[in-house]
């Protein structure tokens, strides 16, 4: 069920700017940017229908998301129930990626994107649309959003933008944002404040949900750049020489390497709620004379999880998470009877923005042996190169093969893991 509340004096404009006697309606698009959970999209896109409905009639439109399911998830649920409620038909073909939305005698069509990647540009090719919305614009290649812009050459077609903060070099802030003027668009800035429909617990929540530049970024709504030592906010609070509670559940996570570090992480759930790494291996080809082969570093982790046993037995676990490119040394491990191993989610600024908040809501904790690990939470760093020349946020690639592990750990048990830190928030 959806509930209906008053809109704010933004949400209004946003509703608004695009009809006559508005003193922005020659604008040739809109731009909401700012933090997350601030009412931005469900309003932009519902405001896009209107707008396209009133406007046109038997036109084509585009709207994307960086995925064809996230937008289905994000957008197209909600937009569904607020067009329906006003009155509007939408017949959805999944196999076409396509809304026909209808009221009275007008009917446009629109087309559903993902630009995920540069190759997504191909996909709008050929189109002719009178519009094109973006939900998460800043997660979309420039030329895919080039492309996609492109396409709009119906007379009296308007493009919009909605997306959270990221880095200010990014190429949406500085050739988007930076250009609204000389683009001919407007811009509104969201916080959590302009989300009528979040409490003030709600909002302290996800004021607590994130840490660093994350919080600066998706709460602030300022397009910050990413700089430093990650995780500065892990401590020498955190390293213990013992676990202080009963621990209820174990995973092993992997990052394998050849000439780079292979390591081998056995983390525990405690009964606390706290994360905690108990054990480590760690072995670099590169800081060693000794190579070791994947067969060699599958027999070393047998060993290790005897290591790790009780009465001759092996470690207990839940699962094993791995580098998704190791699959030469998944097949090693298979062959030396390890089960349970998954092919873990890589995705790095998810995984650091979530790991960033477990430490930051205190439910990390590190035995004392595991001396690389510590190391690393000391040294790994956001590249400032890739931030000046491509508006990246990209962590340099040293010092990051414990805490790549770690990361595979934690974007495998990404909901448990949302749901501590709102508890403990």
Known sequence: MFKFIPFTPKQKKILTWWMPGSKVNDKFGI???????????????????FWSMSTFNGETFGMAGKTIASFRRNVLVKLKIVLRSRGYHVNEKRSENLLIVTKGNVSNSYYIFGGKDEASQDLVQGLTAAGFFFDEAVLMPETFINQAVARCSVEGSKIWFDCNAGGPYHFFKTEWIDKCEEKNLVRLQFSLDDNPSLSEEVKDRYKKMFSGVFHARYIGGLWVVAEGIIYSMFNNDMVIKKVPCKIIKKWITIDYGQSNATVFLLCGLGEDGKLYILDEYYHSGKESVIQKSPSTYAKEFRKWLFKNGVEGMPVNYDKIY??????????QLHEEGVNDVRQANNEVNKGIELLSSIIENDLLRVLAHCKNTLTEFGSYSWDPKAQEKRGEDTPIKKYDHCLDALRYLVNGNRIMWQRAVLKGA
Not at 34 to 40: C, P, T
């Open 322 to 331: 791995i580098d998704p490119s190791a699959k030469g040394f998944m097949l």
């Open 31 to 49: 731009i909401a940017d700012g933090a997350v959970r601030s009412g931005k999209t469900l309003i932009m896109s519902s405001s896009f229908m």
